[in-house]
Structures are given as C-alpha cells and as structure tokens.
C-alpha cells in the first residue's frame, strides 16, 4: 500500500541532500542519490526527518549529481540556508521495484548480515560508500575495525535480499586481525 503523499514516510529512503543556498530567490544546491539526478523529483513530495514536506518547484543540473533546486515555499536566501545539510526522504513505496534479479537499492543492503563464501560471519552491512571511484560495502565486525568490501562480483558474488544475507569473496589479506578494533590499544607485550 503506498503512503500518503502528503505524509512523512512510514519506510524512509533517502533520495537526496540539501546543500548551500544559491543566489538571493531561496535556491538551494541539492545532492541527489538516485541513478538519474533529475530523478530524485519524480517521486512527488519529499519529507525530512522532522516530517516537513518538500516540493519541487524547478530543478536544473549544475555538474554530476548535484541540481540548483527552487522549493515551493523556500522564497530568499535567509530561508535557503536555513535548509543546509536538509536529507529529503520519500518512502519506499513510492520507488519501483527492481527490474533485474542482480539490481536492488542500497537501502536494502544496509543491515544484512555478511557472511565468507565458506560459510563464515564477517559483520554487518552499514554503508555504501563512493569515495570516487566505485561504490564499496563497509561491513561493520564485532571485535574488529570495519573493512570496505569493493562492491563487483568477483568481491561480492552473492546478494540474497530474501535470504536476508551479503556473501563476501573478500580480496587477500583484508580480514587479517593485525591492527587492534578502533578505540582499543595494542598489546604492549
């Protein structure tokens, strides 16, 4: 059942980020994450954490992902940068679902367990990090520093979203327990 367009999100999925204000009329930079930039729009309303609701009035591409956005209501630059570091969700209903076996929405990898080809628990998925170059799993393990999984399918042969677990093939040496988990000190010995 899909949600309420004019309510906050039952099922958050971030969309895109509110940056600097641009210009004196109240528009903002916006950061998009979805695959199109331009898309983040077609959804209808957008909602932040506190349950405002947010509508697209003009939208135009600056570089990459990031647009010059004019927002209904949002009419200076007071206004525009009141708005900075602004997450804008929709909710989960409202996106497609995949078209392809092998396609999925990050937002449904976060939290899924990680587990070795040979069967072995890793930790748990708790970003998709891009630093510039292709999108990486950072996988979170009890008792150890977080590791970053590069995100191809030699890395990462398996995603079972049904099966609620992330297989890793994870390259030479990068489990290995040689550093102490971040916040611990080493052993003097």
């Known amino acids: 059942m899909a949600n309420d367009p004019h309510s906050p999100p039952a099922d958050p999925i971030l969309l895109a980020e509110i940056g600097a204000a641009h210009g004196i009329r109240g528009e903002v930079r916006v950061k998009s994450h979805t695959g199109d930039p331009e898309a983040f729009q077609d959804y209808g309303a957008l909602f932040d954490e506190k349950g405002r609701r947010f509508v697209v009035k003009t939208a135009r591409p600056v570089k990459d992902d990031m647009l010059v956005v004019a927002f209904e209501g949002v009419k200076d630059r007071t206004e525009a940068e ?12 409202a996106l497609p679902e995949p078209e392809e076996e092998d396609e999925f929405y990050h937002a449904d990898l976060l939290g899924l367990p990680v587990e070795t080809v040979a069967g072995e628990p890793v930790g748990t998925v708790v970003a998709i990090p891009n630093f510039g170059s292709d999108d990486l ?16 399918r030699t890395a990462v042969p398996t995603i079972d979203i049904a099966g609620r677990r992330v297989v890793i093939d994870p390259p030479a040496g990068l489990l290995d327990e040689d550093t102490p988990p971040e916040g611990a000190e080493a052993d003097g010995s």
């Open 82 to 93: 009141k708005l900075n570091r602004t997450k804008l969700y929709v909710d989960r209903s």
């Open 137 to 152: 799993l950072e996988v979170s393990r009890p008792g150890a520093k977080s590791v970053y999984v590069p995100f191809t």
